[in-house]
């Protein structure tokens, strides 16, 4: 089966670093990506992982073990504006294009 | 805006009624996806084109869901006899090409509400 596990709601202060894990059992695996999703709106796209290690893109880091099952995002000096919903997805193998996601880890920002 | 549309943005049917959705991918990108969102969820699979094929479609897509893009193009999403139960967000995304880094860019997304 597919199961995809985040932490439903996290919450931080404005200037902090915060961190996202994501754990996941697929069937197979072909690549990881975090999304970000303000309340209403449409999904945006922040990172791509497909082998280990890090991803630095900005205020933005993304983490892969793929023996593991796990990837964190990573969120340095964090603005107001971070609040949101944080998602994700893997793209399974079997040469299909579709993204299974996880529920999604609500992140509020305190000043 | 150059971005992926849908329309209408809000539906309110009555159950039992048919509804229809549609989508208008970045002008580019081969590909289609169609997930559907609801409250505290992260978006689910329904289905996908690339250009007017559809290459897959989800096991928790029943037979009131039908899905097309007749000319490689936008595409349309048409529920028949609705149920309370199909109350989401419907959300419409495209890629250029498969696989690898290629991202899936989405649109702002249908919210249908089932009466």
């Known amino acids: 089966g597919q199961n995809i596990d985040q932490p439903t709601e996290m919450t931080a202060t404005e200037g902090a670093i915060v961190q996202i894990n994501c754990t996941y059992q697929t069937s197979g695996f072909n690549g990881l990506f975090w999304y970000q999703q303000h309340a209403g709106e449409a999904p945006t796209f922040l990172s791509y992982?497909?082998?280990?290690g890090l991803e630095e893109k900005g205020r933005f880091s993304s983490f892969l073990s793929r023996s593991k099952g796990y990837s964190y995002l990573l969120l340095k000096e964090l603005q107001m504006k971070d609040s949101a919903s944080y998602l994700c997805a893997v793209r399974p193998t079997g040469g299909t294009d579709k993204l299974i996601f996880g529920t999604g880890t609500r992140l509020q920002v305190f000043p | 805006d150059t971005g992926v549309s849908q329309d209408p943005r809000h539906k309110i049917t009555k159950r039992g009624q048919n509804v229809t959705f549609r989508c208008d991918p970045i002008s580019e990108h081969n590909r289609l996806y169609w997930y559907r969102q609801t409250l505290g969820q992260g978006p689910e699979f329904l289905t996908y084109f690339q250009n007017e094929a559809q290459l897959e479609k989800s096991r928790l897509l029943s037979d009131r869901f039908s899905a097309e893009r007749p000319k490689g193009s936008f595409s349309t999403l048409e529920i028949q006899r609705t149920e309370q139960g199909d109350s989401a967000m419907y959300l419409c995304a495209s890629s250029l090409g498969a696989g690898g880094r290629s991202e899936q860019f989405f649109g702002p997304g249908t919210r249908l509400t089932v009466l």
């Open positions: 992982n497909v082998l280990d």
